[in-house]
């Protein structure tokens, strides 16, 4: 099930491969996608975040029962996250932009949803600027102009110029679950694949 070097989206179901550790699962996704012996070249930025040195480039986040996988020529983030019962407001107080937290205080009954909307929106451009947590919550913000599309709007000075236009999709496919993709600009959004072996 090799790639040809496009973007994709894969989602696999832990619960099919309960014998497998998360770690064992990463790896055989990345080897099924990319190649043989891949996940042995992986590197680590000074972040953290995992990178091919020939590329391509590619974004994994887990949550729940479900792994995700983001493969693109060009920077990629992606972030899945099941709703839970949180101390939303006290959370998106430290972690969101100002107009964000008002939006999710005018949310009322759909206020977990949002708040895990806004949440992967967010966690996938951190993942693709490469920048994690070190961008301050202020220096960007997210909103919504569709059911599967997100505008990245810098708000500081400290959020990088080149990933301005960068694109936020998202994919409200799962229930109970927000899943969201961050990608370069001219990028049309990739279906998302379910992985069986």
Known sequence: MKTTGKTGLWLLDRRNYAN???????RRLLEDLLGTGVADSLCYDPQGKPFLPQGPEFSLSHSGDYLLLAIAPQPVGVDIERHRQLEYRALAGRCFHPQEQALLQQAAAKEQVLFFDIWTCRESCLKATGLGLTLPPQAFRTSFTA???AVLQPADAAFPADFADYLLYRYPLLPG????????PGTAKPPLQEVRW
């Open 147 to 149: 059911e599967d599309r």
């Open 177 to 184: 679950y927000s899943i969201a993709l961050c990608l370069a």
């Open 20 to 26: 497998e550790s998360l770690a064992q699962l990463r």
